[in-house]
């Protein structure tokens, strides 16, 4: 006979029991093996950082904590961000997509997301505020010029197939800026912008859009154009 401490578990061959001597409690765990996967993880952080804020500066916007010209400057550039983070090909594929990406991390962020879907600030997408009133004729009279040409441009561009996502939505948000410049009223085919900037927001910079889209996009910017002029 002989005696023995029971043990706690039921051992097996492979049971291990760490000892001392093979765990450092002070060493520093790391997360990545190469720079590669340091860069990766880092820059995936920076993205969930952008949408925590992204989400507060809504907010600050809705409760008027924060100016309109301040709102619009920062959610800009947080959109900027995190559209470029997400330009790299091994950031993207491990992001996933946006709703995979808040559910790994609980993410609850319903003003982000719908800003990320947009692509553009609040701001942008619909004026809050009647637009502010030329001091003169001459000043008003330039801006509906400037709409006017950047509606030209656009129609130009799809003319001689310049169809690709990074060269419309920059002429997208520079009509929609315009024309709530000039009027704050709803014209026919307006909401057609704001759904082509969606579209065209979910898209690659290099994606294009094929015939029928192009047709169907090109329809709906004249009709955009003929309404802005119908209210001036």
Request: glycine fraction near 2%; charged fraction near 25%.
């Amino acid at each position: 006979m002989y005696s023995s401490r029971q043990l706690a578990y039921a051992p097996t061959p492979y049971s291990y029991v760490p000892t001392s001597s093979t765990i450092n409690l002070d060493e520093e765990v790391k997360l990545y093996a190469t720079n590669a996967e340091r860069d990766l993880y880092e820059t995936l952080a920076e993205v969930y950082s952008i949408i925590l804020t992204l989400d507060s500066i809504e907010k600050a916007y809705l409760k008027d904590s924060v100016t309109e010209s301040e709102y619009t400057e920062t959610c800009s550039r947080l959109l900027k961000q995190y559209k470029s983070n997400l330009a790299d090909e091994n950031v993207l594929r491990e992001f996933g997509d946006l709703e995979n990406f808040k559910r790994e991390w609980n993410l609850e962020c319903p003003r982000a997301t719908e800003r990320i879907r947009v692509g553009i600030p609040a701001t942008v997408e619909q004026p809050f505020h009647k637009p502010v009133q030329p001091g003169t004729e001459a000043a008003a009279a330039s801006l509906v010029v400037a709409a006017t040409e950047n509606f030209i441009t656009l129609l130009d561009a799809i003319k001689i197939g310049l169809v690709e996502k990074d060269t419309l939505h920059p002429l997208l948000v520079e009509i929609i800026q315009a024309v709530n410049k000039v009027t704050d009223k709803e014209f026919e085919s307006k909401g057609k912008i704001i759904q082509w900037l969606i579209t065209l927001n979910q898209m690659r910079a290099a994606d294009k859009l094929d015939e029928a889209q192009a047709r169907e996009f090109q329809f709906d910017m004249e009709q955009a154009y003929y309404g802005f002029k119908a209210t001036l």
